[in-house]
């Protein structure tokens, strides 16, 4: 049962590096998103995704690109990093629409930017 | 818009009390609610959910949730804490016209024994 998977689970980049997280999912679901969560700020949307080909912007998109080639796969790039990207990127997918159905998330990966 | 408030960041519990986590919510439309629990180091995992069926919801490990709209509140409840239920909580809102979740900024559960 893998679920959500995220790699790498932890990453130490230098301020103007560019690096992608991975996400995959084996649920089918047609819904994924990445959240960033930084201390007392709860949960923030970057991007999400209703199906392949499809994405769109969340609350807080800028410095980050989203692709969806394949409904397993939904990968999150950082171009030109900055330290106030550094946090806690989770992925999650869901299997409703309309926000009906829960989500599911990854054990999330912790990134730093010096 | 729509937005989700807890209150109380810190809440701390004997063990053996009331559990009581506050989640107050602001949506145009009938909303979905959630609250979901993150243990160390891990992801969320869902708690409960309220889809407009039964006002009372009940989640795993006996925690109640109860959906009031004229109070726009989904406060989570358990009669008795465990150790194990020390960990941070989030509530959260979607909208039935929406693809989006919003998360609450979390309350830190301290259990102490």
């Known amino acids: 049962n893998a679920g959500v998977t995220q790699t790498p689970k932890f990453r130490i980049l230098k301020i103007g590096q560019s690096m992608t997280l991975q996400c995959a999912q084996d649920m089918n679901h047609n819904y994924m998103y990445w959240y960033r969560q930084d201390p007392g700020m709860g949960l923030k949307l970057i991007y999400y995704s209703v199906g392949a080909g499809i994405t769109d912007k969340g609350e807080v998109p800028n410095g980050y690109n989203v692709s969806r080639s394949t409904t397993e796969d939904f990968p999150l790039r950082l171009e030109l990093a900055a330290p106030s990207q550094t946090s806690v990127y989770f992925c999650?997918?869901?299997?409703?629409?309309?926000?009906?159905?829960?989500?599911?998330f990854g054990e999330g990966s912790r990134l730093t930017v010096l | 818009a729509q937005s989700v408030t807890q209150l109380g960041s810190h809440v701390s519990v004997s063990e053996g009390a009331l559990v009581l986590l506050r989640c107050n919510y602001s949506?145009?439309?009938?909303?979905?609610l959630f609250w979901y629990v993150q243990y160390p180091n891990q992801g969320l995992q869902l708690l409960l959910k309220?889809?407009?069926?039964?006002?009372l919801v009940k989640g795993i490990n006996d925690f109640e949730a109860e959906f009031k709209k004229s109070e726009t509140s989904f406060h989570l409840t358990k009669p008795s804490a465990h150790m194990s239920d020390a960990a941070e909580y989030f509530c959260a809102v979607s909208v039935r016209t929406g693809n989006q979740f919003y998360f609450g900024t979390g309350t830190s559960l301290t259990v102490i024994p």
């Open positions: 949506s145009s439309v009938p909303p979905y």
């Open positions: 999650a997918s869901s299997y409703l629409a309309g926000g009906a159905g829960e989500l599911f």
């Open positions: 309220y889809t407009s069926a039964a006002t």
